[in-house]
């Protein structure tokens, strides 16, 4: 965010940098604040109260659910490799969830 931020300056020069100045700005807390500070901190805080199989079937499911926000709030669509790669990402969940854990070793 920090490299397009100075990009945009350096392309629209100083005199026009007022009028993207704020919309730079935001995007580049919300990329540092929310994207990655906030998604680390909620990790690590989930991850305490899942155990780890629970915890990696989520953590799989991310892109699908990437997809499903991006639509809803972005009106972004998905094309046909999305939807195979989502209906893969879905059945191997639903496969790794109900096939029964094996014992531990001892």
């Given at each position: 965010s920090i490299s397009s931020f100075l990009y945009m300056i350096r392309e629209n020069g100083v005199s026009k940098a007022p009028d993207t100045v704020l919309p730079a700005v935001f995007a580049t807390l919300w990329t540092g604040l929310v994207t990655i500070a906030y998604t680390i901190y909620a990790q690590s805080v989930g991850q305490k109260s899942v155990d780890a199989v629970a915890a990696n079937l989520i953590y799989?499911?991310?892109?699908?659910?990437?997809?499903?926000?991006?639509?809803?709030?972005?009106g972004e669509r998905l094309g046909p490799e999305g939807y195979v790669g989502s209906t893969i990402i879905a059945c191997a969940v639903f496969l790794a969830s109900s096939s029964p854990s094996p014992e531990p070793r001892q």
């Open positions: 799989t499911v991310q892109p699908v659910y990437t997809a499903i926000i991006a639509w809803f709030l972005l």
